[in-house]
């Protein structure tokens, strides 16, 4: 018996993807029952929001381990609050694009269960998606390390600009509610895990998937049988246990799938 893979489609986008792969896409969506969207930095940066791992990501100018660390927001705070505070502003500030969208209008039709991001902008929601499962958190809001108390992202950026670090009327510092290496992901990765288990398809969009544990949830899917498409800009490590690749642009992906989805009458 063959692999899983070895039967699996690519299709290379350049400037135009073609109708018949933007068909059989939809196909996959149409038979879907239990599918799920699993989406990494790649459909943030059409937002205007940098991606992690990319040919002008952030990890190709700073190292995270100096400022992305459990162990640097403790030991180097200033360090840390002065690299991310005006990245979170950013991503509050930030639109949803048609990636965004498509994903809301699949969810919306029926299509899709929901998302499982590894993103922590918001934007998902932003764009009008309803079950959204944040495994990597958001930068919204912010937690005291002491007391617990809960803060807005807007009230932690005045008090790193007037103070260099947020921190709390105890006296402790507040962290960003986001998932640092070195930290457990949050309580949305159970349930993600269990979804991913039982889908009949993951659609997995702009994620490098090669970061641990989430990038598992790949594998798990094509182990329990389901549909697996992955869409990216670049090979990622799991593209031979898809059944359908797509690299390219993202953006142009999904205006031509809102397209036909309007052509469809839905």
Not at 73 to 79: I, L
Not at 101 to 108: G, I, V
């Amino acid at each position: 018996m063959q692999p899983k893979g070895a039967f699996h489609i690519t299709v290379i986008l350049h400037n135009v993807l073609a109708s018949a792969e933007i068909g059989r896409l939809l196909g996959y969506l149409h038979k879907s029952r239990r599918g799920w969207a699993f989406t990494g930095a790649g459909v943030s940066t059409p937002s205007g929001i940098p991606d992690f791992r990319g040919p002008d990501g952030l990890w190709r100018k700073y190292d995270p381990e100096r400022v992305s660390t459990i162990e640097a927001f403790e030991k180097r705070p200033e360090e840390f609050f002065s690299f991310w505070m005006h990245r979170f502003e950013l991503m509050r500030k930030a639109e949803p694009n048609e990636v965004h969208r498509m994903l809301a209008r699949l969810e919306e039709l029926g299509y899709l269960k929901g998302v499982i991001t590894q993103n922590i902008d918001g934007l998902h929601r932003k764009a009008g998606s309803k079950t959204v499962l944040e495994i990597h958190g958001n930068a919204w809001t912010g937690t005291c390390r002491g007391c617990g108390r809960k803060y807005e992202l807007e009230w932690m950026a005045e008090r790193v600009r007037e103070e260099g670090v947020a921190r709390c009327g105890c006296g402790a510092l507040v962290k960003p509610d986001v998932v640092l290496f070195g930290e457990q992901l949050t309580p949305a990765f159970d349930r993600a895990w269990e979804e991913v288990r039982r889908c009949d398809l993951l659609f997995v969009l702009g994620s490098s998937l090669q970061v641990w544990p989430a990038a598992e949830l790949v594998p798990l899917a094509a182990r329990n049988g389901a549909t697996v498409i992955i869409a990216n800009r670049d090979p990622t490590p799991y593209d031979d246990l898809a059944d359908l690749v797509i690299r390219g642009e993202l953006a142009e992906l999904a205006r031509k799938v809102l397209r036909c989805l309007e052509k469809e009458g839905t």
